[in-house]
């Protein structure tokens, strides 16, 4: 979560023997959701606290301290004055709002909001003059060319380019000695220099982004070319997403260095790449969530060799053919999210995931070249939310009573052959949502008065909609609403482990 890593960029995060800093910034943000000084906003599909907020007098009350004792200013006004030894500034939506107010020598944060003018050099120089600053978080600002003033920030902890238009980082980010975060996710670079090798404080490197234009091709994901020496990074806890270099494939056992990992991305892996990644993820004893993604929707993951997994591995997403289900994950008590994409099974994958104790989202695409998926009685106790997508030969679902009792989404997307919804999805009484992608056929058998239809197997479900893409947009119906549209917008994409996004 963005916010632990930058409380432990600001030092904020007290150091406690036998934990790490990530730990110890997680049992913060719990005690003030206890005592209810912050409110959850926003939680992932397995729980964990994605977004949060203040209540709207507390926050004020935290802003107007935070100017009375020189911690922080929020310039969202144009021209509104701060103190003069500010240490943190947040400026929002125009630059215009900083102008003629740039004591900025005592800085130790500054953050960026929905700013939409572009970042001259001028501009620039003058925010980052002062030497002192440990969190420098750029998002979404107009940049195309990396700010070589950035180098010059020794002290610098937690640096953040997401969303800007950057293509490349120079080979002097070697001199941020201190560098802990460097979050290049959402632009275009896709090659670091060597010299990243120097930070050896590193612990979160995230340089990927998304193609959104189809939200559910193959290559719509990129990360940036495999380092020699990557292994050196020693402290790295997060490291997404590399990818295989098929000239090197050897650089693959250096992943295995990484014994403090907790979240691996690879992209581009081949079938023959299996055993050296195998050897390489079972030194990983600390790894919470693993991705893997194939050169090619028809090149096997092969991960078969793989005798002693991660023990608390919690989401892991394989994209890629699979010959058979992994003996290993049904025996990792953690896991929580599975996604399989493109595996291509040629038997029903239920079997092997149903008795997963503490999965809660399964995620299926093109997983089976079967006709049936049949949910056994007892099978995912604790499974919430479930998503089966452009499976083309499935014609039946089949759900058994006792199968998912705890299941409250379903979604269905782009299953051409299946004739009827879920046999037996009028037994799961805690289901509040089912959503239908290009389905246009079986929504018809949905219909309420059709001859031998199925509204009686959906008629207690409070939410049931069809969805449709048209001329680059989501248009959004209700069972309820008789054809009246209810929701439409533009096409926005996937994001890594969400799903479609309708905003």
Same mark, same amino acid.
């Given at each position: 979560?963005?916010?632990?890593?930058?409380?432990?960029?600001?030092g904020l995060v007290e150091v406690k023997e036998g934990k790490k800093p990530e730990e110890v910034a997680e049992d913060y943000l719990n005690e003030l959701l206890n005592r209810s000084l912050i409110q959850v906003a926003a939680k992932t599909?397995?729980?964990?606290?994605?977004?949060?907020?203040?209540?709207?007098?507390?926050?004020?009350?935290?802003?107007?301290?935070?100017?009375? *004792?020189?911690? $922080?200013?929020?310039?969202?006004?144009?021209? $509104?004055?701060?103190?003069?030894?500010?240490?943190?500034?947040?400026?929002?939506?125009?630059?215009?709002?900083? *102008?003629?107010?740039?004591?900025?020598?005592?800085?130790?944060?500054?953050?960026?909001?929905?700013?939409?003018?572009?970042?001259?050099?001028?501009?620039? *120089?003058?925010?980052?003059?002062?030497?002192?600053?440990?969190?420098?978080?750029?998002?979404?600002?107009?940049?195309?060319?990396?700010?070589?003033?950035?180098?010059?920030?020794?002290?610098?902890?937690?640096?953040?380019?997401?969303?800007?238009?950057?293509?490349?980082?120079?080979?002097?980010?070697?001199?941020?000695?201190?560098?802990?975060?460097?979050?290049?996710?959402?632009?275009?670079?896709?090659?670091?220099?060597?010299?990243?090798?120097?930070?050896?404080?590193?612990?979160?490197?995230?340089?990927?982004?998304?193609?959104?234009?189809?939200?559910?091709?193959?290559?719509?994901?990129?990360?940036?070319?495999?380092?020699?020496?990557?292994?050196?990074?020693?402290?790295?806890?997060?490291?997404?997403?590399?990818?295989?270099?098929?000239?090197?494939?050897?650089?693959?056992?250096?992943?295995?260095?990484?014994?403090?990992?907790?979240?691996?991305?690879?992209?581009?892996?081949?079938?023959?790449?299996?055993?050296?990644?195998?050897?390489?993820?079972?030194?990983?004893?600390?790894?919470?969530?693993?991705?893997?993604?194939?050169?090619?929707?028809?090149?096997?993951?092969?991960?078969?060799?793989?005798?002693?997994?991660?023990?608390?591995?919690?989401?892991?997403?394989?994209?890629?053919?699979?010959?058979?289900?992994?003996?290993?994950?049904?025996?990792?008590?953690?896991?929580?999210?599975?996604?399989?994409?493109?595996?291509?099974?040629?038997?029903?994958?239920?079997?092997?995931? *149903?008795?997963?104790?503490?999965?809660?989202?399964?995620?299926?695409?093109?997983?089976?070249?079967?006709?049936?998926?049949?949910?056994?009685?007892?099978?995912?106790?604790?499974?919430?939310?479930?998503?089966?997508?452009?499976?083309?030969?499935?014609?039946?679902?089949?759900?058994?009573?006792?199968?998912?009792?705890?299941?409250?989404?379903?979604?269905?997307?782009?299953?051409?052959?299946?004739?009827?919804?879920?046999?037996?999805?009028?037994?799961?009484?805690?289901?509040?949502?089912?959503?239908?992608?290009?389905?246009?056929?079986?929504?018809?058998?949905?219909?309420?008065?059709?001859?031998?239809?199925?509204?009686?197997?959906? $008629?207690?479900?409070?939410?049931?909609?069809?969805?449709?893409?048209?001329?680059?947009?989501?248009?959004?119906?209700?069972?309820?609403?008789?054809?009246?549209?209810?929701?439409?917008?533009?096409?926005?994409?996937?994001?890594?482990?969400?799903?479609?996004?309708?905003?």
């Open positions: 979560m963005r916010l632990k890593r930058l409380w432990i960029a600001e599909s397995d729980g964990r606290v994605k977004t949060c907020r203040i209540h709207d007098l507390l926050r004020e009350i935290v802003i107007s301290k935070s100017r009375d *004792q020189n911690f $922080a200013v929020v310039a969202k006004e144009q021209d $509104a004055p701060w103190p003069e030894k500010v240490r943190r500034l947040s400026i929002h939506n125009s630059l215009n709002n900083v *102008q003629g107010n740039r004591n900025v020598s005592h800085l130790r944060s500054l953050f960026m909001f929905e700013v939409v003018d572009p970042l001259s050099s001028v501009t620039l *120089q003058d925010l980052l003059r002062g030497r002192l600053l440990k969190v420098l978080d750029l998002r979404g600002a107009m940049l195309e060319v990396f700010p070589g003033e950035i180098v010059n920030l020794l002290l610098l902890n937690y640096l953040s380019l997401r969303d800007t238009k950057i293509r490349s980082i120079p080979s002097s980010i070697g001199k941020l000695q201190n560098l802990e975060t460097l979050d290049l996710k959402h632009t275009s670079v896709t090659e670091l220099p060597i010299e990243i090798l120097n930070l050896n404080k590193l612990r979160h490197l995230l340089v990927y982004r998304y193609e959104f234009r189809y939200y559910s091709r193959f290559h719509s994901q990129f990360g940036f070319k495999f380092l020699a020496g990557i292994g050196d990074l020693r402290s790295l806890q997060k490291l997404c997403f590399i990818e295989v270099d098929h000239r090197n494939p050897s650089l693959i056992a250096e992943l295995g260095k990484l014994t403090q990992l907790r979240r691996l991305g690879i992209l581009n892996l081949r079938r023959e790449d299996g055993r050296i990644l195998c050897t390489s993820i079972e030194n990983l004893t600390n790894l919470r969530s693993l991705s893997i993604v194939s050169s090619t929707k028809d090149e096997v993951i092969d991960l078969q060799h793989l005798s002693s997994p991660p023990p608390y591995l919690q989401r892991l997403y394989l994209y890629g053919r699979l010959e058979k289900i992994p003996e290993w994950i049904p025996s990792l008590q953690s896991l929580v999210i599975v996604y399989l994409k493109w595996s291509r099974l040629e038997y029903d994958p239920l079997e092997s995931l *149903q008795r997963l104790p503490n999965l809660l989202h399964l995620e299926l695409l093109q997983v089976s070249q079967g006709d049936t998926l049949t949910f056994k009685a007892g099978g995912f106790e604790k499974l919430k939310i479930l998503g089966i997508d452009k499976s083309d030969e499935l014609r039946c679902i089949e759900v058994e009573k006792g199968a998912i009792p705890c299941i409250e989404k379903m979604s269905i997307l782009r299953c051409k052959s299946l004739e009827k919804v879920p046999l037996g999805i009028e037994h799961l009484s805690m289901l509040k949502a089912l959503e239908f992608f290009e389905m246009e056929e079986l929504i018809n058998t949905l219909r309420p008065g059709v001859d031998g239809g199925d509204y009686w197997r959906v $008629a207690r479900i409070p939410e049931v909609y069809f969805t449709y893409c048209r001329n680059g947009e989501w248009e959004v119906y209700s069972l309820e609403s008789s054809g009246d549209m209810v929701l439409s917008e533009r096409v926005n994409g996937e994001s890594h482990g969400e799903g479609i996004v309708k905003k």
